[in-house]
């Protein structure tokens, strides 16, 4: 049974939805089922989402967020939900507009709110590979491997309107070379410094609007193969801009990722 009553919120990161709840003094208990999750998450049937994030006290930050897809399968990090999370802590006065800490299963970042659109640091991407070592289709220009915070394989496309990606997603999601799967993020180059690109996501086991790791370990290869410095514009499926910035050292850079993050609306679950 959903808690009747129970408040959530619906939120939006460039098209990457979840559902909050506020769990920092009542435990999300039968919320954290799977089946729960699925049914809440169901676009058809339920509330309609990517995932649920659960909003927790924290010793280390101002917040800790617990991220769970929407089969119920729990992810280190995902950079629109956090982005969401920051946006969602200046409202409940978690956080003020200044610099500000974000607990997640892939360690504490900084976040903070600039202008109007929240931004945070993530850790530098680990296993980066500039050839995934994978045979590319017809279309496909380079594949490259890279963790940030979760794993994705990189595909760089002539064009990524024309790739099938839940067809070839699905395929490489679970590709035995991967130890535990990957996200498959297909991109295209627009101009220097702005790219578009897809993502099929491993948890949803389908294309998203937006995915802001993916965004993330989109523009660490990008300027691993030597195509892109400085602010990455990337131009997700929803239409909206998530920003890149990189800094520090070359071979290990800091992402820093700044995107939308709406308040879709508030609610109240109701017993099914």
């Not at 089969?71 to 006065?93: F, H, Q």
């Not at 790219?195 to 099929?200: C, H, L, N, Q, S």
């Amino acid at each position: 049974m959903i808690p009747f009553g129970r408040e959530f919120y619906k939120m939006s990161g460039s098209g990457n939805d979840f559902v909050f709840v506020d769990t920092r003094t009542e435990p999300a208990g039968l919320l954290a089922q799977p089946d729960v999750i699925g049914a809440i998450c169901s676009r058809g049937t339920g509330i309609g989402a990517d995932g649920i994030v659960f909003l927790e006290r924290s010793e280390r930050a101002a917040i800790r967020l617990l991220y769970l897809n929407a089969d119920g399968s729990r992810a280190d990090l995902c950079g629109n939900a956090t982005l969401c999370t920051a946006r969602l802590a200046l409202e409940l006065g978690i956080a003020g507009p200044g610099e500000f800490s974000i607990e997640t299963d892939s360690g504490v970042l900084a976040a903070r709110i600039v202008g109007q659109r929240p931004e945070i640091d993530l850790k530098p991407a680990t296993e980066v590979r500039s050839d995934a070592g994978l045979a590319l289709e017809r279309g496909e220009q380079r594949m490259g491997f890279a963790r940030a915070g979760v794993p994705h394989l990189v595909i760089l496309v002539d064009d990524v309107d024309a790739v099938d990606v839940m067809g070839r997603g699905r395929l490489l999601r679970r590709h035995p070379s991967l130890r535990d799967g990957a996200n498959v993020d297909f991109v295209q180059s627009v101009k220097r410094g702005s790219f578009r690109y897809r993502t099929y996501e491993r948890g949803v086991e389908a294309e998203t609007l937006a995915c802001g790791t993916g965004a993330v370990a989109t523009a660490v290869l990008l300027a691993a193969w030597g195509m892109a410095s400085g602010p990455v514009s990337m131009v997700t499926r929803s239409g909206r801009e998530l920003r890149v910035r990189l800094s520090g050292p070359e071979g290990a850079p800091t992402p820093s990722l700044s995107g939308e993050a709406q308040i879709v609306y508030r609610g109240q679950f109701v017993e099914r």
